[in-house]
Protein backbone atom coordinates (compact mmCIF):
# COMPACT_ATOMS: atom_id res chain seq x y z
CA UNK A 1 0.00 0.00 0.00
CA UNK A 2 2.46 2.86 -0.91
CA UNK A 3 1.84 6.55 0.10
CA UNK A 4 1.89 4.91 1.59
CA UNK A 5 0.97 1.10 2.86
CA UNK A 6 0.27 0.81 6.57
CA UNK A 7 -1.34 -2.81 7.24
CA UNK A 8 -1.35 -6.41 7.13
CA UNK A 9 -3.15 -8.31 8.75
CA UNK A 10 -3.76 -10.72 11.25
CA UNK A 11 -4.91 -14.31 11.56
CA UNK A 12 -5.37 -17.89 12.99
CA UNK A 13 -7.29 -20.62 11.72
CA UNK A 14 -10.51 -22.11 12.50
CA UNK A 15 -12.12 -25.48 13.44
CA UNK A 16 -15.77 -24.98 12.07
CA UNK A 17 -18.79 -27.73 12.61
CA UNK A 18 -20.90 -30.21 10.61
CA UNK A 19 -24.03 -27.93 10.51
CA UNK A 20 -25.21 -28.84 6.74
CA UNK A 21 -27.54 -31.50 7.61
CA UNK A 22 -29.10 -29.09 10.05
CA UNK A 23 -29.22 -26.29 7.68
CA UNK A 24 -33.01 -27.11 6.81
CA UNK A 25 -34.26 -26.22 10.35
CA UNK A 26 -33.83 -22.58 9.31
CA UNK A 27 -31.82 -20.84 12.08
CA UNK A 28 -28.36 -19.19 11.07
CA UNK A 29 -24.66 -21.46 11.51
CA UNK A 30 -24.58 -24.17 14.11
CA UNK A 31 -21.25 -24.40 15.93
CA UNK A 32 -20.55 -27.16 17.58
CA UNK A 33 -17.65 -29.23 19.82
CA UNK A 34 -16.06 -30.07 16.56
CA UNK A 35 -16.68 -27.80 14.12
CA UNK A 36 -15.10 -29.71 10.80
CA UNK A 37 -17.09 -31.04 8.06
CA UNK A 38 -15.61 -31.94 4.44
CA UNK A 39 -15.01 -28.97 3.51
CA UNK A 40 -13.31 -27.64 6.39
CA UNK A 41 -11.09 -30.48 6.90
CA UNK A 42 -9.60 -29.52 3.63
CA UNK A 43 -7.90 -26.31 5.34
CA UNK A 44 -4.78 -27.91 6.22
CA UNK A 45 -1.25 -25.93 7.99
CA UNK A 46 0.92 -28.26 5.58
CA UNK A 47 -0.59 -27.23 2.57
CA UNK A 48 -0.67 -23.34 3.45
CA UNK A 49 3.13 -24.14 4.07
CA UNK A 50 3.55 -25.67 0.67
CA UNK A 51 1.53 -22.61 -0.95
CA UNK A 52 4.19 -20.30 0.87
CA UNK A 53 7.44 -21.77 -0.23
CA UNK A 54 6.20 -21.67 -3.70
CA UNK A 55 4.89 -17.82 -4.07
CA UNK A 56 7.97 -16.32 -1.48
CA UNK A 57 10.72 -18.35 -3.31
CA UNK A 58 13.60 -16.78 -4.72
CA UNK A 59 12.84 -18.18 -8.23
CA UNK A 60 9.56 -15.78 -8.30
CA UNK A 61 11.86 -12.75 -7.66
CA UNK A 62 9.89 -10.65 -5.20
CA UNK A 63 6.63 -10.95 -7.31
CA UNK A 64 6.61 -7.28 -8.77
CA UNK A 65 3.62 -6.57 -10.92
CA UNK A 66 4.27 -6.87 -14.49
CA UNK A 67 7.58 -9.36 -13.76
CA UNK A 68 7.93 -12.67 -15.03
CA UNK A 69 8.24 -14.17 -11.19
CA UNK A 70 4.24 -12.40 -10.81
CA UNK A 71 3.15 -13.97 -13.93
CA UNK A 72 4.43 -17.55 -12.51
CA UNK A 73 2.59 -16.63 -9.42
CA UNK A 74 -0.34 -15.84 -11.40
CA UNK A 75 -0.16 -19.28 -13.15
CA UNK A 76 0.56 -21.18 -10.26
CA UNK A 77 -2.66 -19.92 -8.46
CA UNK A 78 -4.28 -20.41 -11.85
CA UNK A 79 -3.62 -23.62 -11.69
CA UNK A 80 -4.91 -24.04 -8.52
CA UNK A 81 -7.91 -22.97 -9.46
CA UNK A 82 -7.93 -25.50 -12.41
CA UNK A 83 -7.61 -28.18 -10.12
CA UNK A 84 -10.75 -27.12 -7.33
CA UNK A 85 -12.34 -27.32 -10.32
CA UNK A 86 -12.86 -23.17 -10.16
CA UNK A 87 -14.46 -21.91 -13.71
CA UNK A 88 -12.45 -19.47 -15.34
CA UNK A 89 -14.90 -16.00 -16.00
CA UNK A 90 -11.84 -14.14 -17.40
CA UNK A 91 -10.65 -12.63 -20.19
CA UNK A 92 -11.79 -14.95 -23.28
CA UNK A 93 -12.37 -18.00 -20.97
CA UNK A 94 -9.20 -17.86 -18.53
CA UNK A 95 -8.72 -17.03 -15.64
CA UNK A 96 -6.90 -13.93 -15.65
CA UNK A 97 -8.13 -10.40 -15.83
CA UNK A 98 -5.51 -8.23 -17.56
CA UNK A 99 -4.92 -4.72 -17.24
CA UNK A 100 -1.79 -2.17 -18.18
CA UNK A 101 -0.36 0.30 -15.45
CA UNK A 102 2.67 2.20 -15.91
CA UNK A 103 5.51 0.55 -14.53
CA UNK A 104 8.23 3.02 -14.85
CA UNK A 105 9.48 6.57 -16.28
CA UNK A 106 12.75 6.80 -18.38
CA UNK A 107 14.64 9.81 -19.63
CA UNK A 108 13.38 10.71 -23.42
CA UNK A 109 15.99 11.65 -26.11
CA UNK A 110 15.34 15.15 -26.10
CA UNK A 111 16.90 15.42 -22.55
CA UNK A 112 19.46 18.17 -22.22
CA UNK A 113 20.49 21.28 -19.75
CA UNK A 114 23.29 23.65 -20.43
CA UNK A 115 24.76 26.04 -18.10
CA UNK A 116 25.64 29.86 -19.79
CA UNK A 117 27.79 32.27 -17.51
CA UNK A 118 30.12 34.81 -17.60
CA UNK A 119 32.69 32.30 -18.46
CA UNK A 120 30.79 30.65 -21.11
CA UNK A 121 28.53 27.67 -22.17
CA UNK A 122 28.52 24.43 -20.21
CA UNK A 123 26.90 21.21 -21.44
CA UNK A 124 25.50 18.84 -18.75
CA UNK A 125 25.95 15.35 -19.48
CA UNK A 126 22.61 12.87 -18.95
CA UNK A 127 23.16 10.53 -16.60
CA UNK A 128 26.65 11.92 -14.66
CA UNK A 129 25.44 15.38 -14.27
CA UNK A 130 22.12 15.69 -14.41
CA UNK A 131 19.09 12.97 -14.08
CA UNK A 132 14.73 14.08 -15.05
CA UNK A 133 13.14 12.57 -11.68
CA UNK A 134 9.96 10.49 -11.91
CA UNK A 135 7.79 12.75 -11.34
CA UNK A 136 9.36 15.25 -13.91
CA UNK A 137 6.82 17.12 -16.51
CA UNK A 138 8.62 17.10 -19.98
CA UNK A 139 9.07 20.69 -20.35
CA UNK A 140 11.72 23.45 -21.19
CA UNK A 141 14.22 24.09 -18.58
CA UNK A 142 15.38 28.03 -18.81
CA UNK A 143 15.77 31.10 -16.49
CA UNK A 144 17.99 32.38 -13.75
CA UNK A 145 18.96 30.59 -10.80
CA UNK A 146 17.60 31.05 -7.42
CA UNK A 147 19.73 28.77 -4.33
CA UNK A 148 16.24 27.61 -2.34
CA UNK A 149 17.80 26.19 0.53
CA UNK A 150 15.67 23.50 1.69
CA UNK A 151 12.83 25.01 -0.08
CA UNK A 152 10.74 24.74 2.72
CA UNK A 153 8.25 27.38 3.46
CA UNK A 154 7.18 26.31 7.36
CA UNK A 155 5.89 30.02 8.51
CA UNK A 156 4.35 28.30 11.17
CA UNK A 157 7.35 27.09 12.30
CA UNK A 158 8.82 30.34 12.24
CA UNK A 159 11.25 29.13 8.79
CA UNK A 160 11.13 29.98 5.18
CA UNK A 161 13.21 29.74 2.28
CA UNK A 162 10.87 31.48 0.58
CA UNK A 163 10.78 34.86 2.71
CA UNK A 164 13.13 37.09 1.06
CA UNK A 165 13.20 36.15 -2.49
CA UNK A 166 11.47 36.25 -6.36
CA UNK A 167 11.55 32.72 -7.57
CA UNK A 168 8.56 33.62 -10.28
CA UNK A 169 9.66 32.48 -13.72
CA UNK A 170 13.12 31.15 -12.28
CA UNK A 171 15.00 27.45 -11.69
CA UNK A 172 15.45 26.31 -7.86
CA UNK A 173 18.25 25.21 -6.70
CA UNK A 174 17.41 23.07 -3.39
CA UNK A 175 18.99 21.00 -1.40
CA UNK A 176 17.58 17.47 0.08
CA UNK A 177 16.71 17.53 3.49
CA UNK A 178 15.79 20.11 6.11
CA UNK A 179 17.05 22.09 8.95
CA UNK A 180 17.09 19.24 10.97
CA UNK A 181 18.86 16.93 8.37
CA UNK A 182 16.77 13.84 8.08
CA UNK A 183 15.14 13.48 11.59
CA UNK A 184 12.29 11.13 11.45
CA UNK A 185 10.65 12.54 14.20
CA UNK A 186 12.25 16.25 13.17
CA UNK A 187 10.21 19.44 13.28
CA UNK A 188 9.94 19.64 9.59
CA UNK A 189 9.50 16.00 9.07
CA UNK A 190 6.22 16.99 6.77
CA UNK A 191 8.19 19.68 5.28
CA UNK A 192 11.28 17.44 3.25
CA UNK A 193 9.53 15.02 1.05
CA UNK A 194 11.22 15.84 -2.45
CA UNK A 195 6.90 16.18 -3.39
CA UNK A 196 6.20 19.07 -0.85
CA UNK A 197 9.31 21.13 -1.93
CA UNK A 198 7.82 20.85 -5.78
CA UNK A 199 4.41 21.38 -4.70
CA UNK A 200 5.39 24.65 -2.83
CA UNK A 201 7.93 25.65 -5.65
CA UNK A 202 5.15 25.05 -8.52
CA UNK A 203 2.76 27.30 -6.46
CA UNK A 204 5.35 29.62 -5.96
CA UNK A 205 5.49 30.73 -9.43
CA UNK A 206 9.02 28.34 -10.35
CA UNK A 207 9.75 27.64 -13.64
CA UNK A 208 11.46 24.06 -12.58
CA UNK A 209 13.36 22.72 -9.94
CA UNK A 210 16.58 21.26 -9.39
CA UNK A 211 17.28 18.90 -6.36
CA UNK A 212 21.11 18.62 -5.35
CA UNK A 213 22.12 15.25 -4.96
CA UNK A 214 23.95 13.93 -2.39
CA UNK A 215 26.57 11.86 -4.77
CA UNK A 216 29.20 13.54 -6.86
CA UNK A 217 27.28 11.44 -9.93
CA UNK A 218 23.29 12.32 -10.54
CA UNK A 219 22.48 8.64 -11.21
CA UNK A 220 24.41 7.06 -8.24
CA UNK A 221 21.68 9.27 -5.89
CA UNK A 222 19.12 7.91 -3.91
CA UNK A 223 16.41 10.10 -5.57
CA UNK A 224 17.23 9.07 -8.98
CA UNK A 225 16.19 5.30 -8.07
CA UNK A 226 12.29 6.56 -7.01
CA UNK A 227 10.07 4.45 -8.91
CA UNK A 228 6.65 6.16 -10.75
CA UNK A 229 4.47 7.55 -8.15
CA UNK A 230 0.60 6.86 -9.39
CA UNK A 231 -0.56 8.68 -6.50
CA UNK A 232 1.80 11.85 -7.39
CA UNK A 233 1.70 11.56 -11.28
CA UNK A 234 3.83 14.66 -12.74
CA UNK A 235 4.41 17.41 -11.00
CA UNK A 236 3.27 19.98 -13.42
CA UNK A 237 6.78 21.62 -13.78
CA UNK A 238 10.24 20.28 -14.84
CA UNK A 239 12.47 18.82 -11.86
CA UNK A 240 15.63 17.12 -12.29
CA UNK A 241 18.46 15.77 -10.08
CA UNK A 242 21.78 17.80 -10.97
CA UNK A 243 25.11 15.93 -9.50
CA UNK A 244 26.94 16.92 -6.68
CA UNK A 245 29.85 18.33 -9.03
CA UNK A 246 27.38 19.82 -11.35
CA UNK A 247 26.19 21.86 -8.58
CA UNK A 248 29.24 22.80 -7.53
CA UNK A 249 30.25 24.10 -10.82
CA UNK A 250 27.28 25.76 -10.99
CA UNK A 251 27.48 27.77 -7.58
CA UNK A 252 31.23 28.35 -8.18
CA UNK A 253 29.77 30.18 -11.94
CA UNK A 254 28.25 32.88 -9.82
CA UNK A 255 31.23 32.80 -7.14
CA UNK A 256 29.84 30.49 -4.48
CA UNK A 257 30.79 27.90 -3.03
CA UNK A 258 28.27 25.07 -2.00
CA UNK A 259 30.05 23.31 1.26
CA UNK A 260 30.73 27.09 2.54
CA UNK A 261 26.47 27.80 2.00
CA UNK A 262 25.72 24.04 3.67
CA UNK A 263 27.54 24.63 6.54
CA UNK A 264 26.20 28.49 7.23
CA UNK A 265 22.50 27.11 7.11
CA UNK A 266 23.37 24.04 9.22
CA UNK A 267 25.07 26.21 11.96
CA UNK A 268 22.20 28.92 11.89
CA UNK A 269 18.88 26.87 10.48
CA UNK A 270 17.95 30.54 8.96
CA UNK A 271 16.91 30.54 5.56
CA UNK A 272 19.41 31.93 2.97
CA UNK A 273 18.11 32.03 -0.31
CA UNK A 274 19.71 34.19 -3.28
CA UNK A 275 19.86 34.14 -6.82
CA UNK A 276 23.27 33.17 -8.86
CA UNK A 277 24.82 35.94 -9.85
CA UNK A 278 24.93 35.85 -13.90
CA UNK A 279 24.16 32.48 -14.08
CA UNK A 280 21.37 30.91 -16.40
CA UNK A 281 20.38 27.37 -17.37
CA UNK A 282 18.90 26.20 -20.68
CA UNK A 283 17.78 22.72 -21.03
CA UNK A 284 14.96 20.59 -21.87
CA UNK A 285 13.01 17.42 -19.63
CA UNK A 286 12.14 14.41 -21.30
CA UNK A 287 10.24 11.61 -19.36
CA UNK A 288 8.70 8.63 -21.09
CA UNK A 289 6.17 6.74 -19.20
CA UNK A 290 6.29 2.73 -19.99
CA UNK A 291 3.57 0.73 -19.40
CA UNK A 292 2.77 -3.07 -18.40
CA UNK A 293 0.50 -5.60 -18.30
CA UNK A 294 -0.54 -7.54 -15.28
CA UNK A 295 -3.52 -9.70 -14.33
CA UNK A 296 -5.90 -10.19 -11.31
CA UNK A 297 -6.70 -13.96 -11.34
CA UNK A 298 -10.24 -15.26 -10.80
CA UNK A 299 -12.17 -17.88 -10.69
CA UNK A 300 -15.51 -18.88 -9.88
CA UNK A 301 -18.02 -21.22 -7.95
CA UNK A 302 -21.30 -21.12 -9.25
CA UNK A 303 -23.78 -21.02 -6.83
CA UNK A 304 -26.65 -23.61 -6.78
CA UNK A 305 -30.03 -21.85 -5.46
CA UNK A 306 -31.92 -20.93 -8.52
CA UNK A 307 -32.17 -17.32 -6.82
CA UNK A 308 -29.47 -16.70 -4.63
CA UNK A 309 -27.10 -18.23 -7.25
CA UNK A 310 -26.90 -14.80 -8.97
CA UNK A 311 -25.58 -13.50 -5.58
CA UNK A 312 -21.92 -13.21 -5.62
CA UNK A 313 -19.73 -13.40 -2.67
CA UNK A 314 -15.82 -11.87 -3.30
CA UNK A 315 -12.86 -13.64 -1.56
CA UNK A 316 -9.96 -11.93 -1.99
CA UNK A 317 -5.97 -11.30 -1.82
CA UNK A 318 -2.93 -9.42 -3.80
CA UNK A 319 -0.45 -11.90 -4.47
CA UNK A 320 1.93 -9.18 -6.28
CA UNK A 321 5.07 -7.96 -3.92
CA UNK A 322 8.15 -5.46 -4.03
CA UNK A 323 10.34 -7.51 -6.15
CA UNK A 324 14.12 -6.54 -6.05
CA UNK A 325 12.98 -3.51 -3.15
CA UNK A 326 12.83 -0.45 -4.85
CA UNK A 327 11.59 2.59 -2.93
CA UNK A 328 9.19 1.04 -1.02
CA UNK A 329 11.89 -1.33 0.83
CA UNK A 330 12.11 -0.66 4.38
CA UNK A 331 15.73 -1.78 4.48
CA UNK A 332 17.32 1.01 1.74
CA UNK A 333 20.77 -1.26 2.06
CA UNK A 334 19.72 -4.46 0.47
CA UNK A 335 17.64 -2.98 -2.46
CA UNK A 336 18.40 -5.09 -4.99
CA UNK A 337 18.32 -8.50 -3.04
CA UNK A 338 14.46 -10.47 -3.57
CA UNK A 339 11.86 -9.11 -1.55
CA UNK A 340 10.35 -12.74 -1.21
CA UNK A 341 7.00 -11.32 0.68
CA UNK A 342 5.94 -14.41 2.32
CA UNK A 343 3.53 -13.21 4.84
CA UNK A 344 3.19 -9.68 1.99
CA UNK A 345 0.83 -11.46 0.58
CA UNK A 346 2.06 -15.19 -0.21
CA UNK A 347 0.28 -15.77 3.48
CA UNK A 348 -3.15 -14.21 2.37
CA UNK A 349 -2.94 -16.02 -1.06
CA UNK A 350 -1.99 -19.34 0.76
CA UNK A 351 -5.59 -19.34 2.66
CA UNK A 352 -7.48 -17.60 -0.36
CA UNK A 353 -6.06 -20.96 -1.80
CA UNK A 354 -7.09 -23.18 1.21
CA UNK A 355 -10.74 -21.20 1.73
CA UNK A 356 -11.26 -22.32 -2.42
CA UNK A 357 -10.56 -25.63 -2.50
CA UNK A 358 -12.63 -25.84 1.16
CA UNK A 359 -15.64 -24.62 -0.15
CA UNK A 360 -15.22 -26.18 -3.70
CA UNK A 361 -15.41 -29.29 -1.57
CA UNK A 362 -18.89 -28.26 -0.77
CA UNK A 363 -20.03 -26.93 -4.23
CA UNK A 364 -23.15 -29.02 -4.30
CA UNK A 365 -24.42 -27.23 -0.85
CA UNK A 366 -23.80 -23.74 -1.63
CA UNK A 367 -26.77 -21.12 -2.97
CA UNK A 368 -24.46 -18.28 -3.45
CA UNK A 369 -21.76 -18.26 -6.12
CA UNK A 370 -18.32 -17.35 -4.63
CA UNK A 371 -15.60 -15.23 -6.70
CA UNK A 372 -12.16 -15.77 -5.79
CA UNK A 373 -9.52 -13.16 -6.82
CA UNK A 374 -5.79 -12.80 -6.26
CA UNK A 375 -5.40 -9.23 -7.36
CA UNK A 376 -1.85 -7.72 -8.97
CA UNK A 377 -0.64 -4.63 -8.24
CA UNK A 378 -2.12 -3.72 -4.85
CA UNK A 379 1.57 -2.59 -3.71
CA UNK A 380 1.16 0.20 -6.11
CA UNK A 381 -1.77 1.51 -4.49
CA UNK A 382 -4.82 -1.20 -5.10
CA UNK A 383 -4.37 -1.13 -8.67
CA UNK A 384 -5.70 -4.50 -9.07
CA UNK A 385 -8.88 -4.09 -7.45
CA UNK A 386 -9.48 -0.72 -8.50
CA UNK A 387 -9.57 -1.95 -12.00
CA UNK A 388 -11.91 -5.24 -10.74
CA UNK A 389 -14.46 -2.56 -9.33
CA UNK A 390 -14.55 -0.39 -12.50
CA UNK A 391 -14.69 -3.63 -14.50
CA UNK A 392 -16.10 -6.03 -13.09
CA UNK A 393 -16.51 -9.20 -14.06
CA UNK A 394 -19.92 -9.53 -12.33
CA UNK A 395 -22.26 -7.20 -11.77
CA UNK A 396 -21.36 -5.26 -8.46
CA UNK A 397 -25.02 -4.17 -7.72
CA UNK A 398 -25.46 -8.68 -6.79
CA UNK A 399 -21.89 -8.72 -5.19
CA UNK A 400 -22.94 -9.46 -1.75
CA UNK A 401 -19.99 -9.44 0.39
CA UNK A 402 -15.79 -9.18 0.41
CA UNK A 403 -13.48 -10.86 2.47
CA UNK A 404 -9.68 -9.69 1.62
CA UNK A 405 -6.81 -11.77 3.12
CA UNK A 406 -3.28 -9.23 3.45
CA UNK A 407 -0.27 -10.37 5.65
CA UNK A 408 -2.38 -13.37 7.76
CA UNK A 409 0.98 -15.51 8.27
CA UNK A 410 2.33 -13.87 11.50
CA UNK A 411 -0.59 -15.01 13.97
CA UNK A 412 0.58 -13.87 17.95
CA UNK A 413 -1.02 -13.78 21.05
CA UNK A 414 -2.61 -10.50 20.21
CA UNK A 415 -4.74 -11.98 17.60
CA UNK A 416 -5.96 -11.45 14.68
CA UNK A 417 -7.01 -7.63 13.66
CA UNK A 418 -10.78 -7.89 11.63
CA UNK A 419 -11.36 -4.29 9.78
CA UNK A 420 -14.59 -3.79 8.28
CA UNK A 421 -17.23 -5.34 11.56
CA UNK A 422 -18.86 -1.82 11.28
CA UNK A 423 -20.07 -2.50 7.22
CA UNK A 424 -22.91 -4.54 8.32
CA UNK A 425 -25.21 -5.85 11.21
CA UNK A 426 -24.08 -8.84 10.05
CA UNK A 427 -20.68 -9.72 10.96
CA UNK A 428 -20.20 -8.66 14.40
CA UNK A 429 -22.61 -11.57 15.89
CA UNK A 430 -21.29 -13.80 12.72
CA UNK A 431 -18.27 -14.04 13.58
CA UNK A 432 -18.55 -14.43 17.13
CA UNK A 433 -20.57 -17.69 16.54
CA UNK A 434 -17.80 -18.83 13.75
CA UNK A 435 -15.52 -17.85 16.26
CA UNK A 436 -16.68 -20.72 19.45
CA UNK A 437 -14.98 -23.78 18.06
CA UNK A 438 -11.89 -21.47 16.94
CA UNK A 439 -11.09 -19.00 20.47
CA UNK A 440 -9.06 -16.83 18.09
CA UNK A 441 -8.37 -13.30 19.91
CA UNK A 442 -10.51 -11.09 17.26
CA UNK A 443 -9.18 -7.41 17.52
CA UNK A 444 -12.05 -5.93 16.15
CA UNK A 445 -12.38 -2.91 13.74
CA UNK A 446 -15.54 -0.89 12.75
CA UNK A 447 -14.03 0.84 9.36
CA UNK A 448 -14.14 -0.60 5.75
CA UNK A 449 -11.62 1.91 4.58
CA UNK A 450 -7.65 0.34 4.99
CA UNK A 451 -4.23 0.24 2.56
CA UNK A 452 -5.17 -2.86 0.95
CA UNK A 453 -8.29 -3.84 -2.08
CA UNK A 454 -11.30 -4.62 0.59
CA UNK A 455 -11.44 -0.24 0.16
CA UNK A 456 -11.86 -0.76 -3.70
CA UNK A 457 -15.15 -2.73 -2.62
CA UNK A 458 -16.26 -1.15 0.56
CA UNK A 459 -16.23 2.45 -1.36
CA UNK A 460 -18.10 0.87 -3.69
CA UNK A 461 -21.28 0.27 -1.13
CA UNK A 462 -20.06 -3.32 0.02
CA UNK A 463 -19.75 -4.74 3.26
CA UNK A 464 -16.19 -6.20 3.81
CA UNK A 465 -13.97 -7.65 6.52
CA UNK A 466 -9.76 -7.40 6.11
CA UNK A 467 -8.11 -9.85 8.21
CA UNK A 468 -4.83 -8.91 9.27
CA UNK A 469 -2.16 -10.34 12.08
CA UNK A 470 -0.04 -7.13 12.02
CA UNK A 471 3.18 -5.65 11.02
CA UNK A 472 6.52 -7.03 11.99
CA UNK A 473 10.09 -6.02 12.15
CA UNK A 474 10.62 -8.19 8.42
CA UNK A 475 7.65 -5.85 6.99
CA UNK A 476 9.00 -4.98 3.15
CA UNK A 477 12.44 -6.31 3.85
CA UNK A 478 14.06 -9.42 2.50
CA UNK A 479 14.19 -11.34 5.63
CA UNK A 480 9.80 -11.53 5.12
CA UNK A 481 10.73 -15.39 4.24
CA UNK A 482 8.53 -18.84 4.22
CA UNK A 483 10.40 -20.34 7.61
CA UNK A 484 8.82 -17.45 9.48
CA UNK A 485 5.31 -17.50 8.34
CA UNK A 486 3.30 -19.58 11.39
CA UNK A 487 1.20 -21.59 9.19
CA UNK A 488 -0.67 -23.65 11.92
CA UNK A 489 -2.10 -19.77 12.63
CA UNK A 490 -3.37 -19.03 9.15
CA UNK A 491 -5.10 -22.95 9.43
CA UNK A 492 -7.06 -20.98 12.08
CA UNK A 493 -8.46 -17.81 10.60
CA UNK A 494 -8.83 -19.00 7.24
CA UNK A 495 -11.03 -22.03 9.01
CA UNK A 496 -12.99 -18.79 10.93
CA UNK A 497 -13.17 -17.83 7.31
CA UNK A 498 -14.54 -20.80 5.86
CA UNK A 499 -17.37 -21.00 8.60
CA UNK A 500 -18.28 -17.30 8.24
CA UNK A 501 -18.68 -17.78 4.60
CA UNK A 502 -20.83 -21.04 5.12
CA UNK A 503 -23.41 -18.62 7.49
CA UNK A 504 -23.11 -15.92 5.24
CA UNK A 505 -24.31 -18.41 2.19
CA UNK A 506 -26.96 -19.38 4.08
CA UNK A 507 -28.79 -16.71 4.47
CA UNK A 508 -32.30 -16.08 3.47
CA UNK A 509 -31.65 -12.16 2.48
CA UNK A 510 -27.68 -9.91 1.15
CA UNK A 511 -26.38 -8.66 4.34
CA UNK A 512 -27.03 -4.98 5.04
CA UNK A 513 -24.36 -2.06 3.95
CA UNK A 514 -23.68 0.37 6.34
CA UNK A 515 -21.14 3.44 5.78
CA UNK A 516 -19.04 3.61 8.95
CA UNK A 517 -18.72 6.86 10.31
CA UNK A 518 -15.33 7.79 11.26
CA UNK A 519 -14.10 8.79 14.67
CA UNK A 520 -12.57 11.86 13.67
CA UNK A 521 -9.08 10.91 14.92
CA UNK A 522 -5.93 9.71 13.80
CA UNK A 523 -2.47 9.07 15.10
CA UNK A 524 -0.70 12.74 16.04
CA UNK A 525 2.48 11.83 13.56
CA UNK A 526 0.40 12.20 10.66
CA UNK A 527 0.41 15.35 10.29
CA UNK A 528 -3.63 15.97 10.06
CA UNK A 529 -4.68 18.82 12.59
CA UNK A 530 -7.96 18.34 10.91
CA UNK A 531 -10.62 16.07 9.91
CA UNK A 532 -12.57 16.76 6.52
CA UNK A 533 -14.01 13.12 5.68
CA UNK A 534 -13.05 12.56 2.24
CA UNK A 535 -11.87 9.24 0.67
CA UNK A 536 -9.64 10.02 -2.78
CA UNK A 537 -9.64 7.77 -5.35
CA UNK A 538 -5.53 6.38 -4.94
CA UNK A 539 -5.94 4.92 -8.39
CA UNK A 540 -7.67 8.04 -10.97
CA UNK A 541 -4.99 9.50 -12.86
CA UNK A 542 -7.29 12.72 -13.23
CA UNK A 543 -6.18 16.29 -12.73
CA UNK A 544 -7.11 16.76 -9.76
CA UNK A 545 -8.13 14.64 -6.65
CA UNK A 546 -11.23 11.92 -7.50
CA UNK A 547 -13.71 11.63 -4.41
CA UNK A 548 -14.17 7.87 -4.29
CA UNK A 549 -16.10 8.05 -0.99
CA UNK A 550 -17.72 10.91 1.75
CA UNK A 551 -17.95 9.81 5.35
CA UNK A 552 -21.65 10.14 6.46
CA UNK A 553 -21.87 13.13 8.78
CA UNK A 554 -18.58 14.62 8.12
CA UNK A 555 -17.83 18.27 7.36
CA UNK A 556 -17.02 17.14 3.68
CA UNK A 557 -21.11 15.19 3.75
CA UNK A 558 -21.91 18.84 5.16
CA UNK A 559 -20.71 21.15 2.35
CA UNK A 560 -22.28 18.89 -0.43
CA UNK A 561 -19.33 17.05 -1.45
CA UNK A 562 -20.35 13.88 -3.40
CA UNK A 563 -18.51 10.69 -4.53
CA UNK A 564 -17.22 11.32 -8.29
CA UNK A 565 -16.12 14.80 -7.25
CA UNK A 566 -13.26 16.04 -8.43
CA UNK A 567 -11.34 18.58 -6.34
CA UNK A 568 -9.03 21.36 -7.82
CA UNK A 569 -8.65 23.70 -5.41
CA UNK A 570 -8.76 24.18 -2.02
CA UNK A 571 -8.19 27.75 -0.48
CA UNK A 572 -5.56 29.05 -2.89
CA UNK A 573 -4.00 25.62 -3.17
CA UNK A 574 -4.23 23.92 -6.74
CA UNK A 575 -4.72 20.35 -6.39
CA UNK A 576 -3.53 18.19 -9.40
CA UNK A 577 -2.80 15.20 -7.11
CA UNK A 578 -3.12 13.53 -3.84
CA UNK A 579 -0.30 15.23 -2.38
CA UNK A 580 -1.28 18.42 -3.26
CA UNK A 581 -4.56 17.76 -1.32
CA UNK A 582 -2.91 15.88 1.34
CA UNK A 583 -0.84 19.20 1.78
CA UNK A 584 -3.48 21.46 1.35
CA UNK A 585 -5.42 19.42 4.01
CA UNK A 586 -2.15 19.52 6.58
CA UNK A 587 -2.18 23.34 6.20
CA UNK A 588 -6.40 23.77 7.71
CA UNK A 589 -7.76 25.50 10.71
CA UNK A 590 -10.36 23.53 12.29
CA UNK A 591 -13.51 26.01 12.57
CA UNK A 592 -11.53 28.19 9.88
CA UNK A 593 -13.86 28.03 6.63
CA UNK A 594 -12.58 27.05 3.35
CA UNK A 595 -13.61 27.09 -0.29
CA UNK A 596 -13.09 24.08 -1.87
CA UNK A 597 -13.43 24.18 -5.86
CA UNK A 598 -14.70 20.80 -7.03
CA UNK A 599 -16.15 19.73 -10.81
CA UNK A 600 -18.62 17.77 -10.89
CA UNK A 601 -20.21 15.96 -14.56
CA UNK A 602 -18.45 18.63 -16.29
CA UNK A 603 -20.08 21.64 -13.83
CA UNK A 604 -17.38 23.34 -11.70
CA UNK A 605 -18.88 24.15 -7.77
CA UNK A 606 -17.64 26.29 -5.36
CA UNK A 607 -18.22 24.88 -1.64
CA UNK A 608 -17.43 25.70 1.63
CA UNK A 609 -16.10 23.35 4.10
CA UNK A 610 -15.32 23.93 7.52
CA UNK A 611 -12.63 21.48 9.49
CA UNK A 612 -13.19 19.72 11.83
CA UNK A 613 -10.21 19.21 15.29
CA UNK A 614 -8.74 15.92 14.86
CA UNK A 615 -8.69 14.35 17.78
CA UNK A 616 -5.63 11.74 19.09
CA UNK A 617 -5.79 8.36 20.06
Known amino acids: MKLMRLMRRESQVVWVLWAIFL ?19 AIT ?44 VGDGGTFEQRFTFVARVVPGPMNRLQMRARGGERDFALGRDFVPLTFSSSGAVEGEVVFMGYGISAPELGYDDYANVEVSGKILLVLQGG ?64 GRAAAVELMRAAGEDLAERERALASTQAPRAFTLSGVRLVGYADVRKETRQTANVVG ?84 GS ?44 ALQRANEAIRLNLRIRDDGVGPSDHTSFYLKGIPVLHFFTGVHEDYHKPSDDAEKITAEGTERII ?30 ASGFRVY ?30 QVGDVILRVGSREIRNVYDYTYALQELRAGEEVEVLVSRRGERLLLKIIPERRRAF
Open 300 to 383: LLEGNDPVLKDEVIVIGAHYDHLGLGGEHSLAPDKIGEVHNGADDNASGVAGLLELAQALAAVRSSLRRSILFITFSAEELGLL
Open 179 to 242: PDGHDPHGRFRAHRAPQRKIVTAREKGARGVLFIATEEKAEDDRLAALGYDHMFGDAGLPVLLL
Open 495 to 524: SLAYALVRELDRQPTRPAFVRVREEGREAV
Open 23 to 41: ASLGSGAIFGEDPRDRGGA
Open 386 to 429: NHYVKHPILPLERTVAMLNFDMIGRLRESGVIVYGVGTSPFWAS
Open 45 to 88: AEEIRAHVRFLASDDLRGRAAGTEGAERAARYIADAFRSYGLKP
Open 532 to 561: IGTIPDYAESTDGVKIAGVRPGSPAEKAGL
